[in-house]
């Protein structure tokens, strides 16, 4: 989804050679705003005063090498984006800076096409990363919940938030897998609705007793059935006055219960149990459920009418497997948080723990991560958290391919063609692999157990577009 906000992006250029100096910005100065340094040093010197969104820096400077200059430059601002530019002999060189953290690397003689793109996809994970990260302050400023992730989808649902909020009065259904955050979203909507200051509410339709669930939704007058209360009570959706009843596992509702639903949805009214007096109350109705309503609708379990009209927006949010990419940010952010709550000096992960994190299965999607590194805090003894403090010493390469959704399908009685399986298999899992490392070709070698001269050969064989 392209972003509505146009941002100036500065770019440094440090190379020695005048000629590509002045033949990048050249090219690219009607686009960015460009700055040329000759050595390092000036370089970052310049990083100290104004820090730019991306460097591009040549590896055989005089004076500091870039290799250095990236180690400073990184310890200074380690967000910026260094794009290496390198003679193809220098490929020892390359794979220590993509380790010390290069977003990308150029060969020269630089192909101006081929370094534009780079410079976009640069650029591209700047922006998302500029949209999201200004959206989570605020809702950290405003004591919110937050919502964490920089992969597409999640940036999507943000935007999707943002507009939700808007209209107080359309119903929203969140569909997802349990764990994936529908409660989180949910109370987000709620608190970035400018017009609504009621409370929010959750109601866990699963929890309460089928005949009861009416009588907790809509409240009941003394005496409307045996055992209830003298004095009656307040039903939930008026509780929610002003604010938004979340109805979570809304797909475990009685029928009975679905069709009062409805029509409070439909007219804004609804009766207590056991009353004749007819109440309108304002609450706008957020509901979820992990459950398959299409099969549901179809087994008649549950209504299609208030499906349509529960989710007049829906909201699919992708399990965590299908979102690798959000891993290594939500850990890094539940570990840091969860550092702080325990009063424990954890500084960050070991590499091999974090590879795991990336190839773990989870069932149990971010509640599963969330509750992983609690434990791993709380247990660890050094300032790293290792394998074993996440209890990840059995998860193996391959474990993806057993339990995950890419699963091979039967062998079909006509048979396949081998070859081509095998070369769409390459191409899917080198793509992943490059998508779940953000780019960075050693992280995406690792990934398929490759050393990076095989991964960049293989690469240029498989996808050579990219
Ligand atoms: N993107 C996210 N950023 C930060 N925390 C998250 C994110 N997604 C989920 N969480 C956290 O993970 C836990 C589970 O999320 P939540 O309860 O919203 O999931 P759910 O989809 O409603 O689960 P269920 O279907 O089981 O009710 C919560 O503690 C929530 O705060």
Redesign the pocket.
Same mark, same amino acid.
């Given at each position: 989804m392209q972003s509505m906000m146009t941002i100036d992006y500065k770019i440094f250029i440090v190379d020695d050679e005048e000629t590509i100096r002045e033949g990048i910005t050249l090219a690219l100065s009607d686009r960015y705003t460009l700055t040329g340094f000759a050595d390092a040093e000036s370089a970052i010197k310049g990083v100290t005063a104004d820090a730019p969104d991306l460097i591009l820096l040549d590896i055989g400077l005089p004076g500091m090498d870039g290799v250095e200059a990236l180690g400073r430059i990184k310890e200074i601002h380690p967000d910026v984006l260094v794009i290496m530019i390198t003679a193809y002999e220098d490929i020892n060189s390359v794979i220590t800076c993509m380790k010390k953290g290069a977003y990308d690397y150029i060969i020269k003689p630089i192909h101006m096409e081929g370094l534009e793109n780079t410079i976009e996809n640069a650029l591209e994970t700047i922006r998302l990363r500029k949209e999201v990260r200004a959206l989570q302050e605020r809702q950290l400023t405003e004591n919110m919940?937050? @919502? *964490? /992730?920089e992969s597409n989808a *999640?940036h999507d649902i943000m935007e999707f938030i943002t507009m939700v909020a808007k209209s107080p009065d359309t119903p929203v259904l *969140?569909l /997802?897998? +349990? /764990? +994936?955050?529908?409660? &989180? *979203?949910?109370s987000t909507i709620h608190y970035r609705s400018p017009n609504f200051k009621g409370p929010f509410v959750t109601v866990?339709c699963a929890a309460i007793h089928k005949e009861l669930i009416e009588s907790e939704l809509f409240g009941y007058e003394k005496g409307a059935f045996s055992g209830a209360s003298t004095t009656g009570k307040t039903g939930l959706i008026e509780a929610a006055e002003g604010g938004t009843l979340f109805l979570?596992?809304v797909g475990d509702m009685g029928l009975d219960t679905q069709a009062k639903l409805l029509r409070f949805l439909e007219e804004g009214e609804f009766y207590k149990v056991g009353s004749t007096v007819k109440r309108k109350v304002k609450t706008r109705i957020v509901s979820?459920?992990?459950r398959d309503l299409d099969k549901m609708i179809t087994e008649e379990t549950f209504r299609k009418d208030l499906f349509f009209r529960l989710g007049v927006i829906k909201i699919n949010?992708p399990s965590l497997n299908e979102r690798r990419e959000?891993t290594l940010i &939500?850990a890094r952010? @539940?570990m840091h948080t969860f550092a702080e709550k325990f009063g424990k000096t954890i500084t960050g992960m070991t590499e091999e723990a974090e590879d795991r994190l990336l190839i773990y299965s989870w069932s149990g999607?971010?509640?599963e &991560?969330?509750n992983m590194m609690e434990r791993g805090v709380l247990t660890a003894r050094g300032e790293k958290l290792t394998v074993e403090d996440l209890g990840l010493e059995d998860v193996r390469r391959g474990e993806i391919m057993e339990s995950g959704p890419t699963g091979f399908a039967p062998l079909p009685p006509t048979g396949i063609d081998i070859q081509e399986v095998r070369t769409a298999m390459e191409t899917f899992y080198f793509k992943e692999a490059l998508k779940m490392a953000k780019g960075n070709e050693s992280k995406a070698a690792r990934l398929l157990n490759l050393n990076h001269h095989t991964f960049r050969y293989q690469r240029k064989k498989i996808l050579p577009d990219d």
């Open positions: 919940p937050c @919502f *964490i /992730g *999640i *969140i /997802g897998e +349990t /764990g +994936t955050g529908k409660e &989180l *979203i949910a866990n979570d596992e979820a459920t992990n949010v959000d &939500l952010n @539940f999607n971010v509640r &991560l969330k």
